[in-house]
T-cell receptor, first 117, second 116 residues
Framework: GAVVSQHPSRVICKSGTSVKIECRSL??????MFWYRQFPKQSLMLMAT?????????EQGVEKDKFLINHASLTLSTLTVTSAHPEDSSFYIC?????????????FGPGTRLTVL | AQTVTQSQPEMSVQEAETVTLSCTYD???????LFWYKQPPSRQMILVIR??????QNATENRFSVNFQKAAKSFSLKISDSQLGDAAMYFC?????????????FGTGTRLQVTL
C-alpha cells in the first residue's frame, strides 16, 4: 500500500533554533501534501497544503514565514519551523494523496513530536 | 465553511459488544467524501472507512459500518464485536470530492475505551 514516512520521529531543540521535518511518499508520487499540527488531546488542524513546484497554501492564522514549506520533488515535502519557541511544541503530521490510485484517500505519516525547550 | 462535529468526547464499550460513534457535518455541497479515521496511542492515523456522498448504500468494512443520512448530514460509525485493539481516538472527517488539493476537515474526536 501507499506509505508516507516522516523524519525525524521526535526532535528536541532549544528556543530560537530552526527545525526541519521531512515528509516522503515512499512508493507513489504526490503533487500535493498536507501538513497538520495536533496538540495533546485535540484534533488535527491543517496548517498548509504543499504543492510540488509552487508555493504552499497556508491556512488562516498560520504564519508562512515561521512555518516554511518546500515541496521540491514529487516525493518530498519539508516543513521548517523557524526560530522555534516552546509554544511551537506539538505533534506534526503530514499526509499525501496518491492520485494514481484515484486520490480518494489520504495516507498519513507517523508524525513528528517537536519539543522546544 | 464546512464543519464536522463529534458530540461524544469519550465512549466506552465492553469487549464483543457493539458501539456507535456519532458525527454530524455542515456543508452546502452535494458531492463530497466522509471518512472515519482511527488514531491509536502510536498516533498513526489509520483509515477505517470511507463513504461517497453520492452513494446511498452505507459503507461496510468487516466489523465497521456507517449509517449515512445525507439529508440529516449525519455519519455515524458502528463497531461490532468490539476488540481491545479498537481502543483509540476516532476522528470523523469531510472532504470535497473535486479538486486535487481539496482538504480534510476533522471533527474533534471521540476517545473509545474497550473494557473486558
Amino acid at each position: 500500500g501507499a506509505v508516507v514516512s516522516q523524519h525525524p520521529s521526535r526532535v528536541i531543540c532549544k528556543s530560537g533554533t530552526s527545525v526541519k521535518i521531512e515528509c516522503r511518499s515512499l512508493d507513489f508520487q504526490a503533487t500535493t501534501m498536507f501538513w497538520y499540527r495536533q496538540f495533546p488531546k485535540q484534533s488535527l488542524m491543517l496548517m498548509a497544503t504543499s504543492n510540488e513546484g509552487s508555493k504552499a497554501t497556508y491556512e488562516q492564522g498560520v504564519e508562512k514565514d515561521k512555518f516554511l514549506i518546500n515541496h521540491a520533488s514529487l516525493t518530498l515535502s519539508t516543513l521548517t519551523v523557524t526560530s522555534a519557541h516552546p509554544e511551537d511544541s506539538s505533534f506534526y503530521i503530514c499526509s499525501a494523496r496518491d492520485l494514481s490510485r484515484g486520490g480518494n484517500e489520504q495516507f498519513f505519516g507517523p508524525g513528528t513530536r517537536l519539543t522546544v525547550l | 465553511a464546512q464543519t464536522v462535529t463529534q458530540s461524544q468526547p469519550e465512549m466506552s464499550v465492553q469487549e464483543a459488544e457493539t458501539v456507535t460513534l456519532s458525527c454530524t457535518y455542515d456543508t452546502s455541497e452535494s458531492d463530497y467524501y466522509l471518512f472515519w479515521y482511527k488514531q491509536p496511542p502510536s498516533r498513526q492515523m489509520i483509515l477505517v472507512i470511507r463513504q461517497e456522498a453520492y452513494k446511498q448504500q452505507n459503507a461496510t468494512e468487516n466489523r465497521f459500518s456507517v449509517n449515512f443520512q445525507k439529508a440529516a448530514k449525519s455519519f455515524s460509525l458502528k463497531i461490532s464485536d468490539s476488540q481491545l485493539g479498537d481502543a483509540a481516538m476516532y476522528f470523523c472527517a469531510y472532504r470535497l470530492h473535486t479538486g486535487t488539493a481539496s482538504k480534510l476537515t476533522f471533527g474533534t474526536g471521540t476517545r473509545l475505551q474497550v473494557t473486558l
